[in-house]
């Protein structure tokens, strides 16, 4: 499987596993033995290996693989540096560093040239093909970043999740 299909497919992939109950430490794994057998380095993998031991409470092992997702400075555009900081932080449960590196996301402006509509009010609306229009937060991850300090007690798993972005607990 290509990476981008085993990595981006929403149904497929590792996420096929991730999704069943008591699979997640398997989907952890699917995502590790992958990267190995492809000799892969790619950011997004240990990304998301990371998220899945975090889910299943394996947070020095989390913290490790997301130690190894950051982007080198002149790459990161958009904030993402600053959003694995936060995650970090909110993993080891250093409610100061978490709230340093969502100060510095939230500082995290467009990137000149990139061809993106200006900030409104917190968003960016595109036009998308079909007429519609997609809207999201802007620097990308804040509303995770927000969720993780709103739920800051909770497991990574819960403090994850639609319902800490939303509200302060």
Wanted: proline share 7%; with cysteine.
């Amino acid at each position: 499987m290509e990476e981008k299909q085993f990595d981006q497919d929403m149904s497929g992939g590792w996420r096929a596993l991730a999704y069943k109950p008591g699979c997640s430490i398997v989907a952890a794994d699917l995502l590790r033995d992958y990267r190995e057998v492809h000799h892969s380095d790619s950011g997004i993998l240990f990304w998301h290996e990371a998220q899945v031991r975090a889910s299943a409470g394996q947070y020095p092992e989390a913290v490790a693989l997301m130690k190894r997702a950051y982007k080198p400075a002149d790459a990161d555009k958009a904030g993402w540096n600053p959003y694995v900081d936060a995650t970090i932080a909110f993993l080891l449960r250093d409610r100061t560093a978490l709230e340093q590196a969502k100060a510095k996301l939230a500082a995290v402006q467009p990137p000149a040239g990139s061809g993106l509509p200006p900030v409104v009010n917190g968003y960016i609306e595109l036009d998308l093909p079909d007429g519609s229009k997609n809207r999201f937060r802007w620097p990308l991850n804040i509303d995770v970043v927000e969720g993780l300090e709103n739920c800051f007690d909770k497991p990574y798993v819960d403090a994850y999740e639609d319902v800490c972005r939303q509200t302060k607990r």
